[in-house]
């Protein structure tokens, strides 16, 4: 089965439909990751219509300004999401400065608490990679999915040395740094992703449906000079693994 570990499934707006039957007719098991509390009742809405689909609870850090409810009243949603994302800290897509503190407000209540509970989280770490890598070793955590990551060889190494777990994206075949990025992780802690409709868009133009996964798990294999099948498997083993790691 190939498993989309980071995507967004609320961005296919009108096309949704589509981008479920492509799920469904695929067997893609997808991980729809949130941008806020609306996000995230949407996408447990298409979880309803297709047994591939989990929706995971998450305020995005491009959202997490304009939170302006008690933090406490995210607990639940925590509780409820089997896994979180899609959390994080932004300092080069992220403009206003003014945002980063409340970033930082958001994202460290909700690793927090998902550390609490031993949840997976899924993060998202532009230009604020070393200041995530401290909130995980601070308490040793390596139930993470490291989203599409992009910075420095030397901090991903210490990310590999705590035992996190990496997505590859579709820029997989037009990017030089997600190669070297693919050459550093671990096999057995790779995972696969899209990363909704956009992120497609943004590499190449094309509008990207949930079957683009089948492309990126190609290059990969490719890459890794591995068959297909025995790729998928390690995948799957991985992302099973994840959820039993430090109990
Ligand atoms: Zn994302």
Redesign the pocket.
């Known amino acids: 089965m190939y498993i989309d570990c ?3 499934l609320d961005f296919f707006e009108d096309n949704i439909d589509k981008a479920i039957e492509d799920i469904n007719n695929n067997e893609i098991l997808t991980l729809a ?1 949130s941008m806020d509390i609306e996000s995230y009742i949407r996408n447990k809405e298409y979880s309803r219509k297709s047994k591939f689909i989990k929706a995971c609870f998450g305020i ?1 850090p491009w959202k997490a300004a304009e939170y302006t409810g008690d933090l406490q009243e995210l607990i639940s949603y925590i509780e409820e999401s089997e896994i979180i ?2 959390i994080g800290l932004d300092y080069l897509w992220v403009e206003d400065k003014k945002n980063f503190e409340p970033q930082r407000k958001v994202f460290n209540f909700i690793l927090e608490e998902s550390i609490k509970r031993s949840k997976v989280v ?1 993060i ?1 770490t532009k230009d604020a990679e070393e200041e995530i890598y401290e909130a995980l070793k601070k308490h040793n955590y390596s139930k993470a999915i490291i ?2 990551y992009s910075g420095d060889i030397s901090t991903l190494e210490k990310f590999i040395a705590l035992g996190c777990y990496f997505t590859v994206s579709v820029d997989i075949g037009y990017s030089e740094k997600t190669y070297e990025v693919l050459s550093k992780i671990p096999i057995d802690k790779l995972l696969i ?1 899209t ?2 409709p956009t ?1 497609l868009e943004w590499v190449n133009g094309r509008y990207g449906y949930p079957s683009e996964i089948k492309r990126v798990y190609e290059k990969v294999a490719e890459f890794k000079n591995i068959h297909i099948k025995e790729l998928m498997v390690t995948i799957e083993e991985n992302f099973q693994r994840l959820f039993s790691e430090g109990i």
């Open positions: 980071h995507t967004h990751n995005h994302g899609e899924s998202h989203h599409w992703e990363d909704g992120a």
